[in-house]
């Protein structure tokens, strides 16, 4: 396969690959690299199912083009967990029931972390904004809320 030749680092380890110009980070993840946590939702950025961590920001990865993560540094739902511990925030997810479909789940993880490692101690009102580009469409956003709030808490010691 010609394309273009991408060097990055993703979820800690060095990865190249070939994509084509036109091919989102989120099917390079998916397609060429097999880390099929982050979903396709809306493939428009609006619903934060394909959330990844870039460079330090929160994106949608369906909105970054494949060849744009050349030297950059990805984090995607896959690196979360350190082998078999889960992150606190996995943890107070599944002790929370903050989950039911599990599609858009992922993409909240990741927001969530990516609010957590900018503001270790959120309010409410801090964790609902920073969770606001991700959308749900089984269960209400407070059992997510309040187990973001729970991470927070262990997190920090709590």
Do not use: W
Not at 51 to 68: P, R, T
Not at 126 to 141: D, H, Q, V
């Amino acid at each position: 396969m010609s394309g273009l030749a991408v060097s990055a680092t993703i979820n800690g380890d060095e990865v190249e690959y070939l994509c084509q110009a036109e091919e989102t980070l989120l099917d390079v993840l998916r397609n060429r690299l097999g880390l099929t946590g982050a979903k396709e939702g809306c493939g428009t950025g609006d619903c934060g199912a394909c959330s990844v961590v870039l460079d330090g920001k929160l994106v949608c990865s369906c909105l970054v083009l494949g060849a744009e993560v050349q030297g950059a540094t990805v984090e995607t739902i896959e690196g979360m967990a350190k082998g078999d511990t889960l992150h606190p925030l996995q943890t107070k997810f599944l002790e929370h029931a903050a989950l039911q479909c599990g599609i858009c789940t992922p993409g909240f993880l990741m927001a969530a972390k990516a609010l957590l490692d900018a503001n270790p101690d959120p309010t409410e009102e801090e964790i609902r904004f920073g969770l606001a580009g991700n959308l749900c469409r089984c269960t209400g956003y407070d059992k997510i809320v309040r187990a973001v709030q729970a991470a927070a808490l262990e997190i920090n010691g709590g």
